[in-house]
Nanobody
Framework: QGQLEESGGDSVQVGGSLRLSCVTS???????MAWFRQAPGKEREAVAV???????SYGESVKGRFTISREFAKNTEYLQMDSLKVEDTGIYYC???????????????????WGQGTQVTVST
Protein backbone atom coordinates (compact mmCIF):
# COMPACT_ATOMS: atom_id res chain seq x y z
CA GLN A 1 0.00 0.00 0.00
CA GLY A 2 1.05 3.55 -0.65
CA GLN A 3 1.49 6.37 1.79
CA LEU A 4 -0.14 9.71 1.19
CA GLU A 5 0.42 12.99 2.96
CA GLU A 6 -1.71 16.10 2.46
CA SER A 7 -0.75 19.66 3.24
CA GLY A 8 -1.97 23.18 2.56
CA GLY A 9 -5.15 23.34 4.61
CA ASP A 10 -5.84 26.63 6.35
CA SER A 11 -8.50 29.09 7.44
CA VAL A 12 -9.49 31.63 4.81
CA GLN A 13 -12.26 34.08 4.13
CA VAL A 14 -15.00 33.67 1.57
CA GLY A 15 -13.64 34.34 -1.90
CA GLY A 16 -10.12 33.37 -0.96
CA SER A 17 -7.86 30.68 -2.41
CA LEU A 18 -5.87 27.73 -1.17
CA ARG A 19 -3.71 25.10 -2.79
CA LEU A 20 -3.63 21.64 -1.31
CA SER A 21 -0.85 19.18 -2.00
CA CYS A 22 -0.69 15.42 -1.66
CA VAL A 23 2.56 13.54 -1.88
CA THR A 24 2.71 9.80 -2.33
CA SER A 25 5.87 8.12 -1.17
CA UNK A 26 5.20 4.74 -2.71
CA UNK A 27 3.43 5.00 -6.05
CA UNK A 28 6.08 5.44 -8.71
CA UNK A 29 3.81 5.13 -11.70
CA UNK A 30 0.92 7.35 -12.59
CA UNK A 31 -2.29 6.21 -10.98
CA UNK A 32 -5.80 7.53 -10.44
CA MET A 33 -5.71 10.10 -7.65
CA ALA A 34 -8.55 11.98 -6.05
CA TRP A 35 -9.55 14.60 -3.54
CA PHE A 36 -12.46 14.03 -1.20
CA ARG A 37 -13.83 16.23 1.54
CA GLN A 38 -15.93 15.64 4.60
CA ALA A 39 -17.86 18.27 6.47
CA PRO A 40 -19.06 17.67 10.05
CA GLY A 41 -22.07 15.40 10.09
CA LYS A 42 -21.87 14.70 6.36
CA GLU A 43 -20.61 11.85 4.23
CA ARG A 44 -17.29 11.96 2.47
CA GLU A 45 -17.78 13.68 -0.89
CA ALA A 46 -15.72 13.30 -4.07
CA VAL A 47 -14.34 16.68 -5.10
CA ALA A 48 -12.13 15.84 -8.06
CA VAL A 49 -10.18 13.00 -9.63
CA UNK A 50 -7.26 12.94 -12.02
CA UNK A 51 -6.26 10.19 -14.42
CA UNK A 52 -2.76 9.02 -15.19
CA UNK A 53 -2.69 11.29 -18.25
CA UNK A 54 -3.63 14.36 -16.22
CA UNK A 55 -7.30 14.50 -17.19
CA UNK A 56 -9.43 15.80 -14.35
CA SER A 57 -13.08 15.39 -13.44
CA TYR A 58 -14.95 17.49 -10.89
CA GLY A 59 -17.95 17.44 -8.65
CA GLU A 60 -20.71 19.83 -9.65
CA SER A 61 -20.28 22.00 -6.58
CA VAL A 62 -16.65 22.84 -7.41
CA LYS A 63 -16.64 23.01 -11.20
CA GLY A 64 -15.10 26.24 -12.43
CA ARG A 65 -13.59 27.01 -9.02
CA PHE A 66 -11.24 24.10 -8.28
CA THR A 67 -8.47 22.67 -10.42
CA ILE A 68 -6.79 19.33 -9.89
CA SER A 69 -3.32 18.74 -11.27
CA ARG A 70 -0.31 16.53 -10.74
CA GLU A 71 3.43 16.74 -10.96
CA PHE A 72 4.68 13.31 -11.95
CA ALA A 73 8.32 13.95 -11.13
CA LYS A 74 7.37 14.71 -7.52
CA ASN A 75 4.62 12.08 -7.17
CA THR A 76 2.39 14.93 -6.08
CA GLU A 77 -1.14 15.98 -6.84
CA TYR A 78 -2.57 19.40 -6.17
CA LEU A 79 -5.96 20.94 -5.67
CA GLN A 80 -6.13 24.63 -6.45
CA MET A 81 -9.22 26.06 -4.79
CA ASP A 82 -10.44 29.50 -5.81
CA SER A 83 -13.53 31.53 -4.97
CA LEU A 84 -13.94 29.56 -1.79
CA LYS A 85 -17.34 29.38 -0.12
CA VAL A 86 -18.38 28.60 3.42
CA GLU A 87 -19.75 25.28 2.20
CA ASP A 88 -16.26 24.26 1.07
CA THR A 89 -15.31 23.88 4.73
CA GLY A 90 -14.24 20.40 5.74
CA ILE A 91 -11.41 17.95 6.01
CA TYR A 92 -9.86 17.29 2.62
CA TYR A 93 -8.38 13.89 1.90
CA CYS A 94 -6.36 12.61 -1.00
CA UNK A 95 -6.88 9.06 -2.14
CA UNK A 96 -5.50 6.65 -4.69
CA UNK A 97 -6.63 3.69 -6.70
CA UNK A 98 -3.74 1.64 -8.05
CA UNK A 99 -4.88 1.84 -11.67
CA UNK A 100 -4.26 4.40 -14.39
CA UNK A 101 -7.81 5.51 -15.11
CA UNK A 102 -10.38 6.84 -12.70
CA UNK A 103 -13.34 6.64 -15.12
CA UNK A 104 -14.79 9.77 -13.58
CA UNK A 105 -15.81 10.48 -10.01
CA UNK A 106 -16.03 7.36 -7.88
CA UNK A 107 -17.30 6.56 -4.39
CA UNK A 108 -14.90 6.63 -1.49
CA UNK A 109 -15.18 2.86 -1.08
CA UNK A 110 -13.37 2.36 -4.39
CA UNK A 111 -10.16 3.98 -3.14
CA UNK A 112 -7.57 1.82 -1.44
CA UNK A 113 -5.18 4.35 0.05
CA TRP A 114 -5.93 7.53 1.98
CA GLY A 115 -4.08 10.37 3.58
CA GLN A 116 -4.82 11.67 7.06
CA GLY A 117 -6.58 14.77 5.81
CA THR A 118 -6.03 18.50 6.01
CA GLN A 119 -8.53 20.97 7.44
CA VAL A 120 -9.96 23.74 5.28
CA THR A 121 -12.10 26.35 6.98
CA VAL A 122 -13.83 29.11 5.05
CA SER A 123 -15.49 31.89 7.01
CA THR A 124 -17.25 35.19 6.37
Amino acid sequence: QGQLEESGGDSVQVGGSLRLSCVTSVYQSAVCMAWFRQAPGKEREAVAVIDADGTGSYGESVKGRFTISREFAKNTEYLQMDSLKVEDTGIYYCAVINQRWCFGLRPASDFTDWGQGTQVTVST
